[in-house]
Every structure is written in C-alpha cells, then in structure tokens.
C-alpha cells in the first residue's frame, strides 16, 4: 500500500485494535495453529457523494478454522427488525427524538475465552515483530 491514506487508515485500525487490547503478542506454543488475516478497504462516502474517510479493517479467515475443533458456536450482533420496529413505535408514541450513529470497531468488544492464534497483520510484521496474536477479543470473521 503505496498511498498515504490507506496506511494512515491501517495505522487507525491498528490503534484502534490496540487500545481494546484485542491481542496479546506471543510465540505460537507447540501443536497450535493460527487463523490468518487480512485486510478489507473501503471508501467511505458522505451523502452529497464526496469521499469522507478511507476505511481499513482487519477481518480473521475465519473459513480456515474447523467446527468442534477451533469453535463450538458462532455469533453475530444483528438487531432484529421486530426490535427496531417495537423501538421506533415507542420513540413515536413517547415523541423520543432517535439519532442514529455508527460505532467503530463494535465488534472489538466481544470478550472470547477460547484460545485462538492469528497470525501477524499483513504489512505490520515490522511494527510487531516476529510475534503472533493471541486473540482476547473478536474480529470480523472469526467464527
């Protein structure tokens, strides 16, 4: 990733995955595997159009671990839409003003208890050496 903003935007995700204390850097114990990652870009745009920030977010191959062997079940934080129906009349009935944001890097705050190895983010080995990543919370794409 030769452009600026794009290594900026993978510095931020770093940042970011670092201040949730998203890993532990370790070497690999004997007889353990690692999940490997990558990278995802994404343009994100304002509503006139205009580009309002360059997105990267490290997502697990979670398509390389085996149920029963690397997990038992899998999650994700989807609201459902009777929720957000009942919400809505709700705020209707009771004038409730609604606003609505993104949270970034949600789902960071998954607390999993399995032990699952990562390997190295792709273009950060310099930044972290020849460790691996000792998953303490969830990333997009693992199961």
């Not at 890097?105 to 000792?134: R, V």
Request: hydrophobic share 40%.
């Amino acid at each position: 990733m030769e452009d600026p903003r794009w290594t900026k935007a993978m510095v931020d995700e770093m940042a970011a995955l670092e201040k949730n204390n998203t890993w532990d850097l370790v070497s690999l114990p004997r007889g353990e595997k690692t999940v490997d990652c990558k990278w995802v870009f994404t343009i994100k745009h304002r509503a006139d159009g205009t580009i309002e920030r360059y997105k990267a977010r490290l997502v697990a191959k979670g398509h390389t671990q085996s149920y029963g062997v690397d997990y038992q079940e899998t999650f994700a934080t989807v609201a459902k839409l009777n929720s957000v129906r009942i919400l809505l009349s709700l705020a209707t009935n009771q004038e409730w003003s609604l606003l609505q944001f993104d949270v970034k890097n949600t789902f960071l705050h998954g607390e999993i208890s399995e032990e699952i190895y990562m390997d190295s983010p792709p273009g950060m080995t310099d930044s972290i050496g020849m460790k691996i990543c000792k998953l303490k919370k969830a990333l997009y794409g693992l199961k």
